[in-house]
């Protein structure tokens, strides 16, 4: 199977940065596709940001401009890089991967999401 562990959260002031990862292990052939969620208090989780199969990468108009996707292909490591956070960007984020896998001798898709990291910007 897959874990995913992500880490990065912590609580930071009004125009500071944090820097969110979120490490795959187990018996990962490749991964596909991958994407950082967020959940706020009494709100539905939405998508941050997002590297598609082809490699093509989109933001929420909120955080355009403030936060960056990438990923470390030799890692399986997907990095959420955040700058100039504000208040709003207050949530449980959440790193979601879609991989490639071993099952057996059989490589299998699955969609696997972390354990989500909390970002608390506060003054």
């Known amino acids: 199977q897959v874990q995913l562990v992500e880490s990065g959260g912590g609580l930071v002031q009004p125009g500071g940065s944090l820097r969110l990862s979120c490490a795959a292990s187990?018996?990962?052939?490749?991964?596909?596709?991958m994407g950082w969620y967020r959940q706020a208090p009494g709100k539905q989780r939405e998508l941050v940001a997002f590297i598609s199969r082809g490699g093509s990468i989109n933001y929420a108009d909120s955080v355009k401009g403030r936060f960056t996707i990438s990923r470390d292909n030799a890692k399986n490591t997907v990095y959420l890089q955040m700058n100039s956070l504000k208040f709003e960007d207050t949530a449980v984020y959440y790193c979601?991967?879609?991989?490639?896998?071993?099952?057996?001798?059989?490589?299998?898709?699955?969609?696997?999401w972390g354990q989500g990291t909390q970002v608390t910007v506060s003054s």
């Open positions: 187990g018996s990962i052939v490749s991964i596909y596709a």
């Open positions: 979601n991967l879609d991989v490639g896998f071993l099952r057996g001798a059989t490589i299998t898709g699955g969609d696997f």
